[in-house]
């Protein structure tokens, strides 16, 4: 995995787009998760519903668990994963495969830097390890309004 590209970001659409073409994924997204719904504040590649375009309920986020964990979150497979059984990114969205990383403002989870696929994907551990890195630019950029 290449993170040069990914450190040039100056935005967070910059940054997605990077990542989404160093892991030829399905689409990347930066979600800030609030207490009650998700909302994607960078997307490349996610067609989602016109009712989702500035929030989306969190019956639908996968992201709520990276940040509630605080910790990446690696699904292969979310038909047969406990944690989304009750999910609906997965029926309703298509979303197969996920992996994300925490996001932080002031020290705290705020969201993640996710990628998804609409197939089945073994994600390895360097494509983790450059979603950790993406997530500690997201930091940065969020720090600076970008």
């Known amino acids: 995995m290449e993170l040069s590209e990914i450190k040039k970001a100056t935005s967070l659409n910059e940054l997605v787009a990077s990542v989404r073409a160093e892991l030829d994924s399905a689409a990347v997204m930066v979600t800030i998760v609030g207490e009650h719904d998700q909302c994607v504040i960078a997307n490349d590649g996610m067609s989602l519903p016109s009712e989702f375009r500035d929030s989306m309920p969190l019956d639908y986020s996968i992201c709520q668990h990276t940040k509630a964990m605080d910790f990446p979150l690696v699904i292969d497979d979310a038909v047969s994963h406990p944690l989304l059984r009750q999910n609906k990114a997965f029926p309703e969205l298509g979303v197969t495969s996920y992996v994300g990383a925490p996001i932080h403002e002031g020290g705290n989870p705020v969201g993640a830097v996710?990628?998804?696929?609409?197939?089945?994907?073994?994600?390895?551990?360097?494509?983790?390890?450059?979603?950790?890195?993406?997530?500690?630019?997201?930091?940065?950029?969020?720090?600076?309004?970008?």
Request: with cysteine.
């Open 114 to 146: 996710c990628a998804v696929e609409l197939k089945q994907r073994r994600w390895s551990k360097d494509e983790v390890d450059l979603m950790v890195a993406a997530a500690g630019i997201a930091d940065v950029l969020l720090q600076r309004g970008n």
